[in-house]
């Protein structure tokens, strides 16, 4: 089963730095989830929350600000907000990368896009998720090849039953742990790669026995 770093090893470092993605990778993770956003000068960031208050302490929007702004702010202990070209550096394929894009409707194809490009040559090692099926879909279309992992919070999606048939295209059901007894009851395990997020302390043998295929933690160690 494998074990992915949930915006790096964030249970003890400063969530999505590379202090984070290098513990992960040094506590030997099988894979680390990030978030990608754009900056005002579109470089691709890593970044989860739509305001940079609750990380950096500065009220305003990461799409606002220029890279080099960006770099200014504290991301936690003196760490900076990275670029995903930071993270293919420190990465090199030590370890799978799925990178979640951040819907904004306005950015959403110019992030699609640039990301693909700076991946294109990693597809071995590197992939996509996202909540919106616009993002998922669009992705698709960009490449057929890059594998694309559905993020699922809501009873609803799992319960449609047009749902295996809606994204056949994907590779890997992200799936809130909360939902675990509807993915077991429904057989997803036998049938799809599945990941649970976020996992802490949750039983999961059952799962495990059914053929989970990996988990995201914010601790990498357990």
């Given at each position: 089963?494998?074990?992915?770093a949930h915006r790096g090893f964030s ?212």
């Open positions: 089963m494998k074990r992915i249970a003890e470092y400063p969530e999505n730095t590379l202090l984070a993605f290098k513990k992960a990778l040094e506590a030997g993770a099988d894979g680390i989830e990030t978030d990608l956003r754009l900056s005002h000068d579109e470089e691709v960031i890593l970044f989860h929350d739509d305001d940079l208050k609750r990380i950096t302490g500065y009220d305003g929007r990461p799409e606002a600000l220029p890279l080099s702004a960006l770099k200014k702010l504290d991301a936690g202990d003196g760490e900076s907000i990275p670029t995903l070209d930071e993270l293919l550096q420190l990465t090199q394929g030590r370890a799978t990368l799925i990178l979640e894009i951040k819907y904004n409707p306005s950015t959403y194809k110019r992030l699609c896009e640039i990301t693909l490009k700076r991946i294109e040559n990693k597809l071995d090692w590197i992939e996509v998720s996202c909540f919106e099926d616009k993002v998922l879909n669009y992705m698709h279309q960009l490449n057929p090849h890059l594998k694309l992992h559905k993020l699922i919070d809501k009873a609803s999606t799992l319960e449609d039953k047009d749902f295996e048939t809606l994204y056949a295209y994907v590779s890997y059901f992200d799936v809130d742990v909360n939902l675990r007894d509807i993915v077991l009851a429904q057989g997803l395990l036998q049938r799809h790669k599945v990941i649970f997020w976020t996992v802490e302390k949750e039983d999961l043998s059952r799962e495990k026995e059914a053929g989970l295929y990996g988990i995201m933690k914010n601790d990498i160690r357990f």
